[in-house]
């Protein structure tokens, strides 16, 4: 979920990364590309840059400097209310089968 610097919604979404076995550095990669190909009608190349560190099997994911947006992470419960492309606040069908989670 992406916000202004005011905290006004701006876009959700979420990225595929398909049926794949990853090494940490394609995927991180591949999760960078597939964040700024949702963000690039924000600005040209999308709105997230990011470092990994072999070493510490570490990735960090932020916003490009000079940009005035903010990321949350929706949590378990907030993506059970995700019906149809959008958010739903109120009482919604969940397939407990199927469920959505960052974890």
């Keep these: 979920m992406v916000f ?8 959700n979404f979420r990225v595929y990364l398909g049926n794949k076995i990853y090494f ?3 995927l991180a990669y591949d999760m960078n590309e597939g ?3 949702n963000t690039e009608d924000l600005t ?3 709105i997230f840059v990011y470092s990994y560190s072999s070493a510490t099997r570490t990735v960090e994911f932020k916003i490009k400097d000079g940009l005035n947006y903010k ?3 929706p949590t378990d419960t ?5 019906v149809n492309n959008t958010w739903n606040t109120t009482q919604s069908n969940y397939d407990s089968s199927n469920p959505l989670s960052i974890n």
Excluded: P, R, W
Excluded at 4 to 11: A, E, L
């Design 35 to 37: 964040m700024n190909s």
């Design 44 to 46: 040209a190349g999308g």
């Design 78 to 82: 907030e993506l059970k209310n995700y």
């Design 71 to 73: 990321l949350k992470i």
């Design 24 to 26: 940490a550095e394609q």
């Design 4 to 11: 202004d610097n005011t905290d006004t919604f701006v876009k």
